[in-house]
């Protein structure tokens, strides 16, 4: 069964923690990304992944932090410095970055929808 | 402002009814532009995606249209069915910058 998957699916924590999400990917894609969806706005991108080892920051970045150690792995590292953490977060990977631009498809995990009590 | 913008924001419709769904878009030049269909709490899946020189795609009971003269892509649902209750997102791509719209909600009762 291939495809992207995300745990949890539902996340608690509390104010001041920090909280990793897990997204894994059995496509062999190069590219993966990590998205923010909140209602009434679409989806932002925070960072992204072109490479195992190197990552680069989206349009709202501050605050998280990611790892690319290995190809099949891309978690997501919500930190206490983020502001307004409560929200949808979506992985997506695609063949590579650049192919994004050139018509090819960006896969999306199933979300994980985080909660900050 | 948002550079892709989609309406209706909600919009109901009776099974077997058709429906088309509008995304207005500043993003100029473009890459291409995809629409994507969002089940409730889950992530996008991809329906269709078109390039500038592109008028029309279709994928099923979807058909998406393109008029790049006037910035505009509809996407047209025939006969619809339940399963066609979802988040609409129009998605325009310039080079390496991905814009997302905010999409219609659409809402398909017996």
């Known amino acids: 069964d291939g495809g992207i998957t995300q745990s949890p699916k539902y996340l608690f924590r509390k104010e001041g923690q920090n909280v990793t999400l897990s997204c894994e990917q059995n496509l062999n894609h190069d590219a993966m990304y990590w998205y923010r969806q909140d209602p009434g706005q679409g989806l932002r991108l925070i960072y992204y992944?072109?490479?195992?080892?190197?990552?680069q920051k989206g349009d709202i970045a501050e605050g998280y932090s990611v790892s690319r150690e290995k190809k099949e792995s891309f978690p997501l590292t919500v930190t206490s410095a983020q502001k307004n953490p409560t929200a949808f977060y979506l992985c997506?990977?695609?063949?590579?970055?650049?192919?994004?631009?050139?018509?090819?498809?960006?896969?999306f995990g199933p979300g994980t929808r985080l909660t900050v009590l | 402002k948002n550079q892709v913008e989609q309406s209706p924001q909600s919009l109901i419709i009776l099974e077997g009814k058709n429906c088309t769904l509008q995304?207005?878009?500043?993003?100029?030049?473009?890459?291409?532009l995809r629409w994507y269909k969002q089940d409730t709490g889950r992530g996008p899946v991809s329906l269709t995606i078109?390039?500038?020189?592109?008028n029309t795609k279709s994928n099923g009971r979807y058909t998406a249209t393109l008029d790049a003269d006037t910035k505009q892509s509809s996407l047209h649902i025939t006969a619809s069915q339940l399963s066609d209750s979802a988040s609409y997102i129009c998605?325009?791509?310039?080079?390496?910058?991905?814009?997302f719209g905010i999409g219609t909600k659409l809402q398909v009762i017996p």
């Open positions: 992944s072109q490479i195992v080892n190197d990552f």
């Open positions: 078109m390039t500038f020189s592109e």
């Open positions: 997506a990977s695609s063949i590579g970055a650049t192919s994004w631009a050139g018509g090819d498809t960006q896969y």
């Open positions: 995304c207005n878009y500043t993003v100029s030049p473009f890459s291409n």
């Open positions: 998605v325009v791509t310039r080079y390496q910058k991905v814009t």
